[in-house]
């Protein structure tokens, strides 16, 4: 049996941290190994228990959650970040992205979102709950207009496979090994995909795969 994942809370209401961690520690595979109530603590926090997972409030007393997830990816790369906030305007999830979250949960969601979430970018991949995917692909959103009107066949299977994978979060160094070729084949397939589909950002892309369905899968890309 694997060691289950390994997670830190940091919220400034004791009653949502109490209620993540129970909810956490109800399942058999995710255990909380610590809270905090700013970002300060947080830091110490993550270095003294080094958790596989931290799931970070956007608004803290001392600093902005997103501004604290670029401090926390900086000083430890190989920690999954998972945004949990009450704001769902999606600015903030483009935000979240850009700071290099991998997961965005609102508190409004129901709670097995956020064990997906952990789950998910345990896995290398990326997690929207229900109503942050709603409000990423609203018809609003002319980009999201945009995809839904391109056939994305008209991308070879090579370029869907790249782009659905940068859109789950992987590098291009971490696609290209799972790929087995280069790192500049990765980015030509890349540039070609998304010069097609008249893709000009992260958050373009990763809103086109939420519109085609190509984030309901965590697998390993075929």
Same mark, same amino acid.
């Given at each position: 049996?694997?060691?289950?994942?390994?997670?830190?809370?940091?919220?400034? &209401?004791?009653?949502?941290?109490?209620?993540?961690?129970?909810?956490?520690?109800?399942?058999?595979?995710?255990? /909380?190994?610590?809270?905090?109530? %700013?970002?300060?603590?947080?830091?110490?926090?993550?270095?003294?228990?080094?958790?596989?997972?931290?799931?970070?409030? !956007?608004?803290?007393?001392? +600093? %902005?959650?997103?501004?604290? =997830?670029?401090?926390?990816?900086?000083? &430890?790369?190989?920690?999954h970040v998972v945004i949990m906030t009450l704001h769902h305007d999606r600015s903030y999830v483009q935000r979240a992205l850009q700071s290099g979250a991998?997961?965005?949960?609102?508190? /409004?969601?129901?709670?097995? %979102?956020?064990?997906?979430?952990?789950? =998910?970018? =345990?896995?290398?991949?990326?997690?929207?709950?229900?109503?942050?995917?709603?409000?990423?692909?609203s018809p609003g959103d002319a980009h999201a207009a945009l995809a839904k009107s391109v056939d994305p066949l008209g991308l070879t299977a090579r370029e869907?496979?790249?782009?659905?994978?940068?859109?789950?979060?992987?590098?291009?160094?971490?696609?290209?090994?799972?790929? %087995?070729?280069?790192? #500049?084949?990765?980015?030509?397939? #890349?540039?070609?995909?998304?010069? #097609?589909?008249?893709?000009?950002?992260?958050?373009? +892309? !990763?809103?086109?795969?939420?519109?085609?369905?190509?984030?309901?899968?965590?697998?390993?890309?075929?």
């Open positions: 049996m694997s060691a289950p994942i390994r997670t830190i809370i940091v919220d400034d &209401h004791p009653v949502v941290l109490a209620g993540a961690r129970a909810l956490l520690e109800s399942s058999d595979d995710i255990v /909380c190994v610590g809270e905090a109530s %700013n970002g300060t603590d947080a830091l110490a926090l993550i270095e003294a228990t080094k958790p596989d997972v931290a799931i970070l409030d !956007v608004s803290l007393p001392d +600093i %902005n959650g997103l501004v604290l =997830t670029e401090q926390i990816l900086h000083r &430890h790369s190989n920690v991998k997961g965005f949960v609102q508190k /409004c969601s129901a709670g097995q %979102n956020l064990l997906l979430a952990v789950r =998910t970018v =345990t896995l290398g991949g990326l997690f929207f709950d229900p109503p942050t995917a709603l409000e990423m692909t869907q496979d790249v782009l659905r994978m940068v859109a789950l979060g992987f590098s291009n160094k971490e696609i290209a090994a799972r790929a %087995n070729i280069s790192i #500049k084949s990765i980015e030509t397939y #890349k540039a070609r995909a998304t010069e #097609k589909l008249r893709l000009h950002s992260r958050a373009q +892309i !990763v809103r086109f795969a939420i519109t085609h369905g190509w984030m309901t899968d965590t697998t390993e890309g075929s």
